[in-house]
C-alpha cells in the first residue's frame, strides 16, 4: 500500500518540474530545468547530502572522463563544479591512443559537495526542498504532483525520478543490517509502493564501498606515491586551463597478499554476500574485494589505492577493497596490507541494497512509455557511477523541458555521444546487474573521443539552449582554425634541404628523397605540429585561448586520418538504419512472418526506429527484414 499522511494539505505553489532526489542525476536535471525556464523543485532528504560522494571520491576515469565532458559540451554542470574542487588530476591511458584517453580527478567530496550546492542555491527558477516525496499523482495517465511524507501536495507538469540508492536502501556488513541510505542518511522507504501501483517494474540492486581510514595511521613508506599531471588538463570547455595548474595532493598504491586473502577465504561464511543476506545484484567492474579472492583465485595480490577524501580532513578511502565482511574481518584484513598494519577505520565498509527499475520502461528520452510526464534518471535506471547518474540526469532534464515546450525530444544516438551509447543500452538491453560505461561499449570510439566532445555536441546544447552564443561562437572559431590550419598544412610543401633533414635527424625521422607536405610530416608518428614549427614559414598565430586546443585537433586528425574517415562510412550506414523510424501506432500483430518473440518484445519495447529495433534481444536480422519490406509499403 502507498503511504497516506494523516493530514493532507495542498501546497498552492504550482511548478513545472519536480525533481526527487539530488544527486548527480538530480541535480544536472534540476539546472537544465530552470535554466531553460521552468519553474523546478527539487526534493532531497538532506539537503546536506546534495551531490554527495558516498563512495569513491573522484569524478572521471576510463570512459566516464568522457561522459563529463560531453556533459560539459551541453551544458552541464559536473566538469565545472570539478574543475573548481579537484585536488589531484590525471590523463589515463595515455600510451595508448586518443580514442581511450580519459581525464579522472580526485576530488575534496565535501568542497564538491558544498560547491554544487551553492551553484543550486544562486540558479533562478530553482527551489530546493528537504522532505521525502511518498506519492505520485497522475491522471489520464499523465502526471499531476507529488505528496510528501507530511502530506503536502505539489502540483506539477512533469516529475523527474533521481533516487539513487535511496529506494527502501539497506546498509549491511556481517551481521549488521540497517534500513538507511548511504553514509547513514535516512532512506526513502515509501516511494516504492506507489510506483509498483503505477505498473513500474522493480529490480533490487547492490553496490559498496570500501572503508574511511585515518590518514595518521598509515605508513606511508611501504607505499608508492601517485602523483597527478604536471599538466593539468580541465574537464570543462570554459575553464581556463591556467585556473587549474594548482599543488596537487598524492595518491597512494599498495596491494593485497596471500594473508589478506586467507583471512578473507577463512571468513567467507560471515559474508552477507555469501551467505544469502544480501538479495540484490551487485556490480560485475566494481567487485568487493571478498568477490574478487573468489572469483579470481588465481591472483596472488590486487591492487589497493589510498586517496584523501579532501585537504581539510584525515579521512581516507581504500580504493580496491569494497566489503561487506564484519568489522573485526575488515581490521584483520585492512591491517594484513602493507602501510595499514596499525590502521584504524574511521567508517567501515559496507555494501548497499536499493529499489531501481528496469530501464526497459522508457523511451530514449528517459520518459516512461506509460506515463505522460514522469522521467527516470541515473541510478534508479540500474546504472552505477556519478557520472552515468549525471548525463542521465542531464538529458532527463533536458527532455522534461521540451516536453513542456512542446518539442521533439533530444535523443543521442550511438555514434554522436558515449551518452548516446549509455542510455540507448540501458533502455533496449535487459540488465541484470548494475551498468557501467566502458570504452569497448562503444562502436566508434575513435569517434567519440574525449578531446571532441565540444565539436559532436555544443551545437545541440546551443539548439537546446544551455549554450550561450559566446560560448556558441567560441566553438566556430576554433572548428575555423582547426579546417583552415588543416587545408593549409596539406598545401604547404618542404624541399629536401639541409634544414628539413637536421629536424628529422633531431626526431629521429627517415629523411626526405623529395619534397612533400608539411601535414605528411606531421603524419609521422615522432613528428608533430609542434616539432615542425621552426620549418613551417607560413604558420599563422593561432588566439592564444584556444592555441592547445586547435593543436591538439591537428595532430589527432592529420595521425589519425585513414580510420577516422574509416569510422566516419560505418556511421554513415549506422544512420541510415536509425534515420528510419517506426510508426508510435505501428500494430505489430498485423506485420506478417514476424516470429513471435519478436512481436512480444517490439510490442513490449515500443522502438522508435529500426536501427534500435535491431539491438533488442530477440529481434533477429530476419525480423528486421520483414520489417523493413512492411514499413516501406505503410507509407504508400
Not at 278 to 290: A, D, F, K, M, V
Request: proline share 4%; aromatic share 8%.
Amino acid at each position: 500500500m502507498r503511504y497516506s499522511a494523516n493530514s493532507v494539505w495542498e501546497n498552492n505553489d504550482k511548478y513545472d518540474v519536480v525533481v526527487i532526489g539530488a544527486g548527480h542525476a538530480g541535480c544536472e536535471a534540476a539546472l537544465a530545468t530552470a535554466r531553460l525556464g521552468f519553474r523546478t523543485i527539487i526534493f532531497t532528504v538532506s539537503v546536506d547530502s546534495i551531490s554527495l560522494m558516498p563512495c569513491n571520491p573522484n569524478i572521471g576515469g576510463s570512459s566516464k572522463g568522457h561522459l563529463v565532458r560531453e556533459l560539459d559540451a551541453l551544458g552541464g554542470e559536473m566538469g565545472k563544479v570539478i574543475d573548481r574542487t579537484f585536488i589531484q588530476s590525471k590523463m589515463l591511458n595515455k600510451s595508448k591512443g586518443p580514442a581511450v584517453h580519459s581525464l579522472r580527478a580526485q576530488a575534496d567530496k565535501a568542497l564538491y559537495s558544498r560547491t554544487m550546492r551553492q551553484v543550486l542555491e544562486s540558479q533562478d527558477n530553482l527551489e530546493i526542498k528537504q522532505a521525502e516525496v511518498v506519492n505520485l499523482f497522475t491522471e489520464n495517465g499523465k502526471i499531476t504532483g507529488v505528496q510528501t511524507y507530511s502530506g503536502a501536495i505539489y502540483q506539477c507538469r512533469a516529475v523527474i525520478l533521481c533516487t539513487g540508492t535511496y529506494l527502501k536502501a539497506r546498509c549491511i556488513y556481517g551481521d549488521v543490517s540497517t534500513y538507511t541510505g548511504p553514509n547513514g542518511l535516512q532512506a526513502a522507504n515509501y516511494l516504492t509502493d506507489c510506483l509498483k501501483e503505477l505498473g513500474i517494474k522493480l529490480y533490487r540492486f547492490k553496490t559498496g564501498t570500501p572503508a574511511r581510514i585515518d590518514r595518521k595511521t598509515v605508513d606511508f613508506g611501504k607505499m608508492e606515491e601517485q602523483l597527478g599531471d604536471e599538466r593539468v588538463v580541465p574537464f570543462s570547455f570554459t575553464t581556463n586551463p591556467e585556473d587549474v595548474q594548482i599543488e596537487q595532493a598524492s595518491c597512494w598504491l599498495t596491494y593485497t597478499n596471500e594473508k589478506t586473502h586467507d583471512i578473507i577465504r577463512a571468513n567467507l561464511d560471515r559474508s552477507p554476500l555469501f551467505s544469502g543476506m544480501i538479495e540484490g545484484t551487485g556490480p560485475r567492474y566494481c567487485p568487493s574485494i571478498e568477490d574478487k579472492v573468489v572469483k579470481f583465485s588465481d591472483k596472488n595480490r590486487h591492487q589497493v589505492f589510498i586517496e584523501p577524501e579532501g585537504l581539510e580532513t584525515d579521512e581516507m578511502y581504500v580504493g580496491g577493497m569494497s566489503s561487506s565482511l564484519p568489522e573485526d574481518v575488515q581490521y584483520a584484513m585492512y591491517r594484513s596490507v602493507p602501510g595499514l598494519e596499525n590502521v584504524r577505520i574511521v567508517r567501515n565498509a559496507y555494501a548497499i541494497e536499493y529499489d531501481c527499475i528496469d530501464a526497459r520502461q522508457l523511451k530514449p528520452s528517459l520518459e516512461f512509455r506509460n506515463i505522460n510526464g514522469l522521467f527516470s534518471a541515473g541510478q534508479f535506471n540500474g546504472s552505477s557511477g556519478y557520472e552515468e547518474a549525471a548525463a542521465q540526469g542531464l538529458v532527463a532534464g533536458i527532455n522534461a523541458a521540451r516536453k513542456l515546450q512542446g518539442k521533439e525530444p533530444m535523443i543521442l544516438d550511438r555514434s554522436e555521444a558515449y551518452i548516446g551509447v549509455l542510455i540507448d543500452d540501458l533502455v533496449t538491453k535487459e540488465s541484470h546487474e548494475p551498468y557501467r560505461m566502458m570504452t569497448s561499449r562503444a562502436e566508434y570510439r575513435l569517434l567519440l573521443r574525449q578531446d571532441n566532445a565540444d565539436q559532436r555536441l555544443t551545437r545541440k546544447g546551443y539548439e537546446v539552449g544551455l549554450i550561450s552564443e559566446e560560448r556558441y561562437q567560441r566553438l566556430l572559431k576554433k572548428e575555423e582554425w582547426i579546417h583552415s590550419e588543416i587545408n593549409r598544412l596539406e598545401h604547404s610543401y618542404v624541399g629536401n634541404t639541409e634544414r628539413v633533414q637536421q629536424l628529422l635527424e633531431l626526431c629521429g625521422s627517415t629523411p626526405l628523397n623529395s619534397g612533400t607536405s608539411i601535414a605528411e610530416l606531421v603524419r609521422r608518428p615522432e613528428l608533430s605540429y609542434e616539432a615542425v614549427r621552426d620549418i613551417d614559414v607560413t604558420r599563422p598565430e593561432i588566439p592564444k585561448e584556444i592555441n592547445l586546443e586547435v593543436i591538439e585537433q591537428i595532430n589527432i586528425f592529420l595521425k589519425y586520418e585513414g580510420y577516422i574517415k574509416r569510422q566516419q562510412k560505418q556511421v554513415e550506414q549506422f544512420k541510415k538504419m536509425e534515420n528510419k523510424k517506426i510508426p508510435e501506432d505501428i500494430d505489430y500483430d498485423n506485420v506478417k512472418s514476424l516470429r513471435i518473440e519478436a512481436v512480444q518484445k517490439l510490442k513490449e519495447y515500443r522502438p522508435i526506429s529500426i536501427g534500435q529495433a535491431s539491438r533488442i534481444s530477440g529481434v533477429s536480422p530476419a525480423d528486421i527484414s520483414v520489417l523493413l519490406v512492411y514499413l516501406s509499403g505503410f507509407h504508400k
